[in-house]
């Protein structure tokens, strides 16, 4: 079964970075297309990045120049580098992958999410 895991979620001051990781067991990782999401208090789940196993990314544009998607195909891992933080992107976040190698549809597999809390 394939599965991700996310970490590296906390507590930071705005302006600040964190970088998320996820790690994903199972399938072929680098076949996958690989995403975030996020989902803050009162609203709905959105789309943060995607990444195609062949490296093409999209970012929603309120996090456009300011995160970064990244994947690491030896490793099995893939990473959100989240820069400039603003209280806004306080949210859930949650490690997506798809079955197959484009970020079409809905992806297959969700991680169980990491909180970013971001807060003066």
């Known amino acids: 079964q394939a599965q991700v895991v996310e970490s590296g979620g906390g507590l930071v001051q705005p302006g600040g970075s964190l970088r998320l990781s996820c790690v994903a067991s199972g399938s072929i990782f680098r076949l996958n297309a690989m995403g975030w999401y996020r989902q803050g208090p009162g609203k709905q789940r959105e789309l943060v990045a995607q990444?195609?196993?062949?490296?093409?990314?999209n970012y929603v544009d309120s996090v456009k120049g300011r995160f970064t998607i990244s994947r690491d195909n030896n490793k099995n891992m893939a990473y959100l580098q989240m820069n400039s933080l603003k209280p806004e992107d306080t949210a859930v976040y949650y490690c997506?992958?798809?079955?197959?190698?484009?970020?079409?549809?809905?992806?297959?597999?969700w991680g169980q999410g990491t909180q970013v809390t971001v807060s003066s």
């Open positions: 990444i195609s196993a062949s490296g093409m990314t």
């Open positions: 997506a992958r798809w079955s197959a190698q484009y970020y079409s549809g809905s992806p297959a597999y």
